[in-house]
């Protein structure tokens, strides 16, 4: 079995920053990839934004472009969300992905349909 922990969630003001973290246990889970997905009340979870084994970022949401960077250790099954600058918009409760598939020569998916292990999620406000 593959188990996701996601932290470092919490209540920042706008313009502040959080660091997110999400530990994987279980199963190795070499070549595969990992997202970050948020999701707010009363709307559909969203992508945030994607990472290969490799370390190679393969895309983010327009919204968060700039201002988030999304990095994985993998000596330590780590993946982690940096969060700069942060908008009342980013409020959502933020949760780490990770496929079973190897992903190299193609991008990883950016619905959730394509991940099968997920974290439980950890909530990040912003007040204005």
């Known amino acids: 079995q593959v188990q996701l922990v996601e932290s470092g969630g919490g209540l920042v003001q706008a313009g502040g920053s959080l660091r997110l973290s999400c530990a994987a246990s279980?199963?190795?889970?070499?070549?595969?990839?990992m997202a970050w997905f948020r999701q707010a009340p009363g709307k559909e979870r969203e992508f945030v934004a994607a990472?290969?084994?490799?370390?190679?970022?393969?895309g983010y949401t327009d919204s968060v472009k700039g201002r988030f960077t999304i990095s994985r250790d993998n000596a330590t099954n780590t993946v982690n969300l940096q969060m700069n600058s942060l908008k009342p918009e980013d409020t959502a409760l933020y949760y780490c992905?990770?496929?079973?598939?190897?992903?190299?020569?193609?991008?990883?998916?950016?619905?959730?349909?394509?991940?099968?292990?997920w974290g439980q999620g950890t909530q990040v406000t912003v007040s204005s």
């Open positions: 992905a990770a496929t079973k598939l190897y992903y190299y020569r193609t991008s990883p998916p950016v619905i959730k349909s394509g991940y099968d292990y």
């Open positions: 279980g199963r190795t889970l070499s070549g595969n990839a």
């Open positions: 990472i290969k084994w490799s370390g190679e970022t393969t």
